[in-house]
């Protein structure tokens, strides 16, 4: 059974101060967790003066490595300590509580990205979550996100069986022919996928 939203936030209020040093030897789902951000870099370049949401900031790590000095940085998370540890390591970042479904931002972005928060959103909200990211893109934006995700349910079996006990059994993650039509059905064009870890992908869309 997935994971109620409150159980999510509660769960990240109380992971928040620990969360940069416990990922530091990920394992599970989340085993390559640095590699996969590292590479996330040269899969995205932004241009000057551009505005990004980082949704699901965490502390900022993701924000952080793929922004450039003059980008304007907005983002969202569903946890309030998970923002105070963000608004803490970068004072300029706008910041406010939110998720996918309710961003709660006013502005449009020519970038909207993520990192490892993709795969909390319930699967039957999914489609709307792309749907407000693709409303929030300005014309020629892009989506980028780096998750945990699987080719097909036989990959997800072959995780599941290879990760053992750390398999999470109320995380419900994407499969990428699932996620891929999904993205189309938005609106989204020049859809790229790019596996970045063991479990890890990362996917970029455009909105033409």
């Known amino acids: 059974m997935n994971r109620s939203t409150k159980e999510t936030k509660n769960l990240f209020n109380e992971w928040a101060q620990t969360y940069d040093r416990d990922l530091e030897n990920a394992s599970g789902p989340l085993l390559g967790y640095e590699a996969s951000l590292a590479?996330?870099?040269?899969?995205?370049?932004?241009?000057?003066?551009?505005?990004?949401?980082?949704?699901?900031?965490?502390?900022?790590?993701?924000?952080?490595?793929?922004?450039?000095?003059?980008?304007?940085?907005?983002?969202?998370?569903?946890?309030?300590?998970?923002?105070?540890?963000?608004?803490?390591?970068?004072?300029?970042?706008?910041?406010?509580?939110?998720?996918?479904?309710?961003?709660?931002?006013?502005?449009?972005?020519?970038?909207?990205?993520?990192?490892?928060?993709?795969?909390?959103?319930?699967?039957?909200?999914?489609?709307?979550?792309?749907?407000?990211?693709?409303?929030?893109?300005?014309k020629n934006g892009k989506l980028f996100m780096l998750d945990i995700m699987f080719a097909s349910q036989q990959a997800m079996d072959d995780g599941k069986k290879a990760i053992g006990e750390y398999w999470d059994p109320t995380e419900d993650y994407p499969i990428i022919s699932e996620l891929d039509v999904m993205l189309r059905d938005t609106g989204f064009e020049n859809v790229r996928w790019f596996q970045t870890g063991p479990y890890h992908w990362a996917v970029l869309a455009e909105k033409i």
């Open 39 to 138: 590479l996330s870099k040269e899969l995205l370049t932004i241009k000057e003066n551009a505005k990004l949401l980082d949704i699901g900031i965490g502390t900022g790590a993701f924000a952080s490595l793929l922004s450039r000095e003059d980008t304007k940085v907005w983002g969202v998370d569903l946890s309030e300590k998970m923002i105070d540890e963000c608004q803490n390591k970068h004072h300029e970042y706008r910041l406010e509580v939110g998720t996918f479904n309710e961003p709660n931002v006013d502005t449009s972005f020519d970038y909207i990205v993520s990192s490892f928060c993709f795969h909390e959103v319930l699967p039957n909200e999914r489609l709307n979550a792309l749907n407000v990211s693709f409303d929030l893109l300005e």
